[in-house]
Antibody, heavy 121, light 110 residues
Framework: QVQLQESGPGLVKASETLSLTCTVS??????????WTWIRQPPGEGLEWIGY???????RYNASLKSRVTVSVDTSKNQFSLKLTSVTAADTAVYYC?????????????WGRGTLVAVSS | QSALTQPASVSGSPGQSITISCTGT?????????VSWYQHHPGKAPKLLLY???RRPSGVSERFSGSKSGNTASLTISGLQADDEADYFC??????????FGGGTKLTVL
């Protein structure tokens, strides 16, 4: 059974860098056929795709966040990570990591429970 | 504002059926047969209910079904149960550089 767990600080100061890690169990991040993805949901709003990394190291990001986002993978720890620089209050959200099928139907097969990150001024 | 439009809320009584719509455009919902639906109980991980418009993953109840007409996809839940009370959201494939989601629909079981 594949499980994903987000971890990281719940409070980040404005203008600093938000850093989160997603620990994967029950599957390897080096497996092809999946994108390892970050998604967020600001309070009272809908979900927003942030970006993904493929096992080869290929990444793609939401154009609106691209200049501030980096997604990376640590195969030795079976984790992937998110860094978002120069955060503002608008980056306050629940952040989810997810495994997305890219071989057939592009659905998000498995999600983490999410972690709330608040940006303080 | 979310890319895909869902009703904010729906409600139904136990045993009844409800339908949640997800409206996009000819570039996403209407272009590919790749709409997926998720159930989210607050505080838990979202759960995949349907993919490829209407396919159910192993383990998902037959009470959940999906359909699509033009730029609007629909999720139908039949035989409503108390545990179905949750948030539901849709997602569509729209190419490699964007992933549109619906704004989510809160289902209340009366």
């Amino acid at each position: 059974q594949v499980q994903l767990q987000e971890s990281g600080p719940g409070l980040v100061k404005a203008s600093e860098t938000l850093s989160l890690t997603c620990t994967v169990s029950g599957a390897s991040v080096t497996r092809s056929s999946y994108y390892w993805t970050w998604i967020r949901q600001p309070p009272g709003e809908g979900l927003e795709w942030i970006g993904y990394i493929y096992y080869s190291g290929t990444t793609r990001y939401n154009a609106s966040l691209k200049s501030r986002v980096t997604v990376s993978v640590d195969t030795s720890k079976n984790q992937f990570s998110l860094k978002l620089t120069s955060v503002t209050a608008a980056d306050t959200a629940v952040y989810y990591c997810a495994r997305q099928d890219m071989a057939t139907s592009y659905y998000f097969e498995t999600w983490g429970r999410g972690t709330l990150v608040a940006v303080s001024s | 504002q979310s890319a895909l439009t869902q009703p904010a809320s729906v409600s139904g009584s136990p045993g009844q059926s409800i339908t949640i719509s997800c409206t996009g455009t000819s570039s996403d919902v209407g272009r590919y047969n790749l709409v997926s639906w998720y159930q989210h109980h607050p505080g838990k991980a979202p759960k995949l209910l349907l993919y490829a418009d209407s396919r159910r993953p192993s383990g998902v109840s037959e009470r959940f079904s999906g359909s699509k007409s033009g730029n609007t996809a629909s999720l139908t839940i039949s035989g409503l149960q108390a545990d179905d009370e949750a948030d539901y959201f849709c997602c569509a494939y729209a190419g490699p550089d964007t992933v549109p989601f619906g704004g989510g629909t809160k289902l209340t079981v009366l």
